[in-house]
């Protein structure tokens, strides 16, 4: 199972154009803006998600990770859906009433990093650094402190919790 170092933090208006200009200083390719729509079902262990993308690419994700108030690994599986309507119909049928989330993604790659600019409904801004493990968890934990570092990430706006939590939480 693939695995990644995550962190999400709460943005401002005012501190996202602030980051997006560190994120183009650094050398972060823009790789486009995804609109995505997230339909989470209560599961007996991990999270799972169907997600589409652009309303045009569809996802099944299931992933394990901790609700922490700082950078967390992450073991995820991603499957592809040709036939997105039909699995939604089955999990569905299976999970019960499912959460959604909405949101606008304007996605950054950096090296072994993704760095997502989400605008959620309901909920507001957020950056999230997704470091993926592929080299070793020690240089992802090193390269998440670099970037907490460079983007100057304040404690008190890390985010432990997934989107649909605080959703949730009201």
């Known amino acids: 199972m693939p695995q990644n170092l995550e962190l999400k933090c709460r943005l401002s208006a005012r501190e996202v154009p602030r980051a997006l200009s560190i ?15 997230d339909t989470y079902y209560s599961v007996p262990s991990g ?29 995820y599986s991603i499957i592809s859906i040709s036939q997105p309507h039909d699995v939604k119909k089955v ?16 996605l950054f790659l950096y090296k072994n990093a993704r760095i997502h600019f989400d605008t959620v409904n309901r ?11 592929n080299r070793g968890r020690k240089q992802a934990v090193a390269f998440m402190r670099m970037l907490r570092r460079v983007f100057q990430i304040k404690p008190q706006a ?13």
């Open 158 to 170: 890390i985010i432990g919790v997934s989107y649909r939590d605080l959703l949730q939480e009201g």
């Open 47 to 75: 999270r799972l998600k169907l997600r589409s993308i652009n309303s045009r690419l569809f996802q099944l994700i299931h992933y394990h990770r901790s609700n922490t108030r700082s950078s967390r690994f992450s073991r």
């Open 23 to 37: 994120a183009r200083r650094l050398g972060a390719r823009e790789a486009g803006i995804l609109t995505q729509v």
């Open 123 to 133: 909920l507001g801004s957020f950056i999230e650094f997704e470091v993926v493990a």
């Open 91 to 106: 999990l569905h049928a299976i999970f019960g009433k499912p959460l959604t989330v909405r949101k606008r993604r304007r």
